[in-house]
């Protein structure tokens, strides 16, 4: 069951009266998803205008349609609902739904992890509704929580930024009781500028945190715990981190190319929790640390967490394994790449014993350090012991010339694929990874 189940559901938190009361099995703002008995939310973006594609989805079978169109205002198909502004009806909606949520909502935002440690602590609580697939944006956000069950004793919503005020409009709507900043880091630069931009945009979140509620943040940089600690004086502060200052720390570290083992030390806990989990890299510690400190915050018992952990599997992560071309091992990191998650993922690739290759796209939304921010990571990569760098799109020939001899920069697809084709052997584990606007998982499939 969904918190929109029928059209009845959708008119109470709409605010719209609906005549055509009929059951809603899927809700979608892409066409392609639509099936019978759909929601369709017709959408104008940058690229595309949903509402060029009304028709299209009742005759797909939508049973009700919300469109901003003029030519739709007077319309008399009572499956056709005219709305001024659709994001203004989602934000309406989700805003609803909220109000009269029982359960407990979590948020989570920063530079990267947010995707993992969203998916660590939906797996570790039972009776959940969660983030849909990478939904985090002003759009994301409502769907995931029209999709949700009205039974469910938690929200897991991941909330993303581009630009300053996203957090802040995204936060407003769910207003969460527990908030979790993953880090901060560079990303987003072309608009943020700088790390005290991407600071301020993820710090947005702490204004809308629950009177009593908790945000969970790094400890590993002071200078930001002074400054968020200043914004609220009636929320509770948790910090996570390698160091023994935070109030959840990692000890007894032990990196392995299957998975982690590590325990959760805290003056907060009567003794250190034992983590055994498969799911692998050392940046990951922190992203468990961040989850386990959302389960103690609900008042869970900790030992249960370390159970959770070991008995999920974590196939949804960001970094998927499998085999691959002529019996290599393949890290699908594919999804999104700024300079600290990248730097995270070839520690993540340095700990196999294999010869070792990053293909890499470029890094985009960088700003004016980009050409440099690419010749760092190549220079890491070779630091870090990586056999090969292969990298495809115009600013990664600067992380070739920080790699030095033993990259390859290709302009072209065709010729990539080829390669890889050609050289890649069971004696590789290749990870590939790059921003969402270079779609690097069309190299998977060569």
């Not at 790094?218 to 502060?237: E, T, V, Y």
């Not at 640390?289 to 599997?313: D, Q, R, T, W």
């Amino acid at each position: 069951m969904k918190f929109i189940a029928n059209t009845a559901d959708l008119s109470i938190f709409l605010g719209i009266p609906i005549k055509k009361h009929q059951p809603i099995k899927s809700i979608s703002s892409d066409t392609r998803a639509i099936k019978k008995d759909s929601l369709f939310i017709a959408i104008k973006g940058k690229n595309f205008d949903g509402n060029d594609f009304v028709e299209e989805a009742l005759a797909k079978g939508a049973v009700v349609v919300i469109t901003d169109h003029q030519r739709y205002k007077n319309n008399i198909n009572k499956r056709i609902i005219y709305v001024d502004d659709t994001i203004n009806a989602l934000k309406k909606i989700s805003q609803n739904i909220i109000k009269d949520y029982q359960g407990s909502v979590i948020a989570i935002t920063g530079s990267n992890g947010k995707t993992t440690t969203t998916n660590i602590i939906a797996k570790t609580l039972r009776n959940n509704s969660k983030t849909l697939k990478n939904f985090n944006n002003e759009i994301g956000v409502p769907l995931s929580i029209m999709n949700a069950s009205p039974k469910s004793k938690y929200l897991v919503l991941e909330i993303g930024a581009s630009k300053f005020k996203d957090i802040d409009y995204l936060s407003r709507i769910i207003k969460p009781y527990i908030g979790v900043i993953t880090n901060i880091g560079n990303s987003h630069l072309e608009i943020l500028k700088n790390i005290d931009g991407v600071f301020k945009v993820k710090s947005e979140i702490i204004e809308n945190i629950q009177k009593k509620g908790f945000l969970i943040i790094p400890g590993d940089n002071r200078k930001h715990l002074i400054k968020w600690r200043k914004i609220r004086s009636d929320i509770q502060f948790i910090t996570f981190g390698i160091n023994i200052d935070s109030d959840f720390y990692a000890e007894k570290v032990k990196i392995k190319s299957n998975g982690l083992s590590f325990t959760i030390s805290s003056k907060l806990l009567k003794k250190s929790i034992l983590i055994n989990t498969s799911i692998e890299g050392e940046h990951n510690i922190k992203n468990i640390l961040a989850a386990f400190a959302v389960y103690f915050c609900l008042g869970k018992e900790p030992n249960n967490f370390s159970e959770l952990l070991s008995n999920n599997s974590f196939n949804n992560l960001r970094q998927i394994k499998s085999k691959w071309i002529k019996g290599s091992t393949l890290i699908d990191d594919t999804y999104n790449a700024n300079p600290d998650s990248t730097k995270k993922s070839i520690d993540l690739l340095s700990n196999y014993q294999k010869n070792t290759v990053l293909l890499l796209g470029d890094m985009l939304e960088l700003g004016r350090y980009k050409n440099k921010f690419h010749k760092d990571i190549g220079k890491y990569a070779k630091k870090k012991g990586i056999n090969l760098l292969l990298g495809y799109g115009n600013l990664t020939e600067h992380a070739i010339k920080g790699f030095g001899e033993k990259g390859i920069f290709f302009d072209n697809e065709s010729d990539l694929k080829r390669y890889l084709k050609q050289n890649i052997t069971s004696k590789d584990v290749i990870l590939i990874k790059g921003s969402r606007g270079m779609r690097m998982e069309r190299f998977i499939n060569v």
